[in-house]
């Protein structure tokens, strides 16, 4: 059992629940705020989507123990909030429910978007509202209540709602572009610098609707072993389990993942361009790349760094991977859990690469590597256990 202290619509709350229990139940069973509805429980539907820290969150796949200290808003929490108020006013006129089963998690997306997207259109709603299922497949009225009330707020903006200003006034006004991969040969890559115009040389701040991850890992080899093996993208590749090179010259490369994460599974075919500098001994991979089941899209990059440790016996590869989302998938960026289960997956590749460049493989990663198919199933214990540990302090 866990003791955990937060706030939920405004009011401090303390709990004492078992670590497994998701925020969901939490709120549903113990705080009886049954607005918060369950569909599938495997963060597809969003039918149980609530506010953590003013973003949107599946609460099926949040523990709770992962919400100390946090602030959640769900949708009993929203009485007092004038844009909640003319969505529903809109969902009811513009017959944006049937059943209502999707209507919370529906709500709430749809503030959300509302908030970022002030221009947004229909395509631009549809894209954001994909992550929400209807099963009703009411989608044509919930559109338009959307539509309804953004055109709403341009001849009556809400004076009172400070946050929703600067968020909108901060948004991207547009569907942020999606990059096509150019591979032409590049400059050295630069360290990021901070420029007011977008670019994908600008930190992941700067970069709406961008995810960042920061992580490290040390081999047991001289940096110079490591740079060289960390261009060969044979061997790169054949530390991802679920990876496959198409073809590559050194530079660009075209490959596929394939991926499952829970009842999801995706298979992205894209390509990118490798741009190293070996002076400074750090790479980055840029890379755009298409789910062909889902139709979800994403834009990465892999940016990596070696320094010497240990008088040179051993090298840190620091890691930072940036990526964005779009399409059905786009509803997995902002978890909690899958940022945790990615910097599994830069533990897993770092523990891979001592079995390639000849040196014992760590058991767990000789396990991993078995995987035809990138398994989350074969991490998710690892991630919710790395959980538990930080939890009771005991670090990873
Ligand atoms: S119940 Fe959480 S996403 Fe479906
Ligand atoms: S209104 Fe029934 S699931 Fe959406």
């Excluded at 609530?50 to 099926?60: A, D, F, I, T």
């Excluded at 709602?161 to 600067?166: E, L, S």
């Excluded at 075919?269 to 994403?298: E, F, P, T, W, Y």
Aim: glycine share 8%; charged share 20%; proline share 5%.
């Amino acid at each position: 059992m866990s003791v955990i202290e937060l706030t939920i619509n405004d009011r401090a709350v303390r709990g004492d629940i078992e670590s497994r229990v998701h925020l969901g139940d939490f709120l549903r069973d113990t705080h009886n705020l049954t607005g918060t509805h369950l569909g599938c429980e495997h963060g597809v539907c969003g039918a149980c989507t609530v506010l953590v820290e003013g973003e949107p969150v599946r609460s099926c796949i949040t523990f709770a123990v992962a919400c100390d200290q946090q602030k959640v808003r769900t949708i009993e929490g929203f009485d007092d909030d004038e844009l909640m108020k003319r969505l529903r006013r809109s969902f009811s006129i513009h017959h944006g429910l049937q059943c209502g089963y999707c209507t919370p998690g529906m709500l709430i997306t749809a503030r959300d978007i509302v908030r970022r997207f002030p221009d947004a259109d229909e395509a631009r709603i549809r894209l954001e509202l994909s992550g929400n299922l209807c099963r009703c497949t009411g989608f044509m009225g919930i559109v338009t209540a959307i539509k309804a009330v953004l055109a709403d707020l341009k001849t009556n903006p809400i004076a009172d709602a400070p946050v929703a200003r600067a968020i909108v006034s901060d948004a991207t006004t547009s569907a942020p572009a999606f990059q096509t991969f150019a591979a032409a040969p590049a400059a050295a890559p630069q360290a990021p610098v901070a420029t007011s115009a977008a670019s994908p040389d600008q930190p992941t701040a700067q970069r709406k609707g961008w995810t960042a991850i920061d992580d490290s890992f040390v081999v047991p080899f001289a940096l110079e072993k490591v740079w060289a093996f960390m261009g060969d993208l044979p061997s790169v590749t054949s530390c991802l389990p679920g990876a496959e090179l198409v073809e590559h010259d050194g530079e660009s490369v075209k490959g596929k993942i394939a991926i499952k994460f829970g009842p999801m599974s995706a298979n992205f075919a894209g390509a990118a361009r490798l741009d190293r500098d070996d002076a400074a001994h750090r790479a980055v991979m840029r890379g755009a790349g298409q789910d062909n089941i889902s139709r979800s899209r994403a834009n990465g990059d892999v940016t990596y760094a070696l320094s010497s440790e240990d008088g040179g016996a051993k090298t840190r590869v620091a890691v930072t991977l940036e990526y964005m989302l779009q399409g059905p998938l786009a509803q997995f960026s902002r978890s909690g859990l899958v940022k945790d289960f990615v910097r599994r997956m830069i533990a897993d590749f770092g523990a891979r690469i001592p079995a390639q460049l000849g040196g014992s493989a760590a058991p767990e990663a000789a396990l991993s590597a078995s995987s035809a198919k990138f398994n989350a199933g074969s991490l998710v214990w690892s991630v919710v256990w790395g959980r538990i540990k930080r939890l009771f302090g005991k670090g990873d």
